[in-house]
């Protein structure tokens, strides 16, 4: 896989930008910007608009309002190439189908049953390792942990390298070692490629640690900035309901 320091893109402009079902407003009003070389985590309450303003992004939903890309000389990018995790992947997980079945059908129109060629094995195999989960590449997927789907699940959003990588609360059901190694590795992907990373996530102190920028929503953007700035604010407490005690057991300094 190619490196490369600087994407074309250099931010991500969200201007007055609402998601209707019927005449009720899911999301209205929001707007923000994200940034090249930057993890921007959106955070909020279920039911508060995260998942609404992620598929508004991906062009899943209808919306209101602009999405601008920019790159670094403030022109407009009409074509951006966008990596993807979701929150759950749906799939029989009594199927055969292996790591390398699995991926290599994303990448090669190659039926699967006619087999790997030995470059298409080495090139999943290389792109398995740099996730330090190369063992598993002839492992069934259903028989991955949690942990493991997700890595597989992030290797393939990297390739083609995005400018803007899309992760929907991509660790839900996996454990405290995995969730610190996979937002290791979300943090590594931002400096090595300085790709815009947006993650919707509800782990509020691993966040903390890494990332750049916090956005606050409920229904809309209510807060926004530094995650010292927003965990601050009256409005963070107020939807989180934390006293300043169950915050330092969660290891947030407020």
Not at 66 to 72: E, F, N, R
Not at 121 to 147: C, K, N, T, W, Y
Not at 164 to 187: A, Q
């Amino acid at each position: 896989m190619s490196v490369h320091n600087n994407c074309g893109l250099c931010r991500v402009n969200i201007e007055n930008l609402s998601v209707y079902d019927g005449s009720e407003a899911i999301i209205s009003g929001v707007n923000m910007e994200f940034h090249c070389g930057e993890l921007t985590a959106l955070i909020g309450k279920n039911g508060s608009g995260k998942t609404t303003l992620i598929k508004a992004i991906l062009g899943e939903r209808p919306h209101t309002g602009k999405i601008t890309y920019l790159d670094h000389e403030d022109g407009k990018i009409k074509r951006l190439t966008t990596g993807y995790v979701p929150q759950q992947l749906s799939f029989d997980k009594s199927s055969p189908v292996s790591v390398l079945d699995f991926m290599a059908a994303a990448a090669s129109k190659r039926p699967v049953w006619l087999g790997h060629k030995k470059r298409m094995r080495q090139a999943v195999l290389e792109r398995l390792e740099d996730f330090s989960i190369g063992h598993i590449i002839d492992r069934p997927i259903g028989d991955l942990s949690g942990g493991e789907l997700q890595r597989v699940l992030l290797a393939m959003a990297i390739d083609p390298l995005p400018d803007l990588l899309i992760l929907d609360e991509p660790v839900s059901g996996v454990d405290i070692n995995g969730l610190d190694m996979f937002y290791k590795k979300v943090s590594e992907l931002r400096h090595k490629y300085h790709m815009a990373i947006l993650l919707v996530s509800h782990d509020l102190s691993l966040i903390k640690s890494y990332a750049d920028r916090i956005v606050l929503m409920d229904g809309t953007v209510i807060a926004q900035g530094s995650p010292e700035e927003v965990y601050k604010t009256k409005a963070f407490l107020d939807i989180f309901g934390y006293t300043l005690k169950e915050a330092e057991k969660d290891g947030i300094d407020i």
